[in-house]
């Protein structure tokens, strides 16, 4: 007899985009391909999600009105459909929603957590309120995923050091592949690519760029790729400090593969990380990162290695460190890309996400 074809849904709180072709993105085709492998029959959800060709081989569930667990449940509803594994991306863990799948579905749940916390932690009421999800919703998760040794530290301390056996670290990777590798020196050419919102610290970088003398501005450019929200307040402040011959605001740009070697180095002050794509994703274009220490930033950046790090916040210590490198004071030269090509690659990522699967 035939076995039975399994049935996997991939619920992701992930917007896609075609000018935003990133490592998630890479990995989600990935992932697919070697489950159909497999066997497998999946179904991936998402929200918001307009067709484009590069997923143009997944089949894909949405709704422009609902979120992703929403969009979820109602598609099981609608055609009474059993899954024998659940997998979430993105989403709020220990929710009712889990409790809902577990019930309905009574397959293997994965959560996968990517959700970067508060520098200083959260509130006291939070704190609490995830402490008790973890008591009562928990138990209806057979896996949590930590993409980083930090991601699994806080989980373990918002909703409790009991779920310590069903937690496991998988690194994010990329596809090597893509990424151009630099080969000469870029000449004081800084790189941003981040969604544009406070808790990434562009605000932070215009300020140290407005503090550097006049002759050390003149000699750098810097470039952000990305949008958000903050986007108008960011353009207004650098304009309002007289930046703009200085750090220019390019917009989203699917070719960042192809962009991240015309820099010598890439800036990330940023206040809240898990484990950052765009940091694989500029190390295997051999360009150096200057960053902040918080999530798993310090679980790949070494300092004077691969890049430097500096306090989040600090604004004077990120201009110390531009004014250095400007001044050929601080300088890497070994190629960073090695790590990567040796660690975090997608192909790892994938093999290790379905390794933890049942029966693969």
Known sequence: MKPKTKNI??????????????????????????????????????????????????????DNESSVEHVFMKYCKQYDIKYDIVITHFTELCSPFYKWVKLKHGGYIVAVDHNPRPIKGFPIKKRIKNRIKGIFYSKYIDRFIAVSEYTKKHILNDYGHFLTPKICVVYNGIARHVFKKRTTDRSNKFIVASHLRPSKG????????????????????????????????L?????????????QFKGSSPLLSELFCNYNFMLQPTYMECFSLSILESLSANVPVVTTQVGGNL???THTENGYIYPA?????LAGIINNIVLKNYAIKQDVSKLVEEQYYLEKMVKDHINLLPCT
């Open 9 to 62: 849904a991939i619920v992701c709180n992930y917007i896609l985009h075609p000018s935003r072709i990133g490592g998630m993105d890479r990995f989600f085709i990935a992932f697919d391909k070697k489950v159909k492998e497999k066997g497998y029959h999946i179904d991936w959800f998402f929200s918001k999600y307009k067709a484009f060709e590069f997923y143009k081989d997944l089949n894909i569930h949405t």
């Open 202 to 233: 562009i605000q932070d970088l215009i300020k140290a760029v407005s503090i550097l003398s006049e002759n050390v501005k003149k000699e750098i450019r810097i470039d952000i790729y990305g949008e958000g929200p903050y986007e108008s307040e």
């Open 235 to 247: 353009k207004a402040l650098n304009t309002s400090l007289n930046l703009d011959a200085y750090i």
């Open 299 to 301: 679980e790949v950046i």
């Open 313 to 317: 916040g600090n604004v004077e210590g």
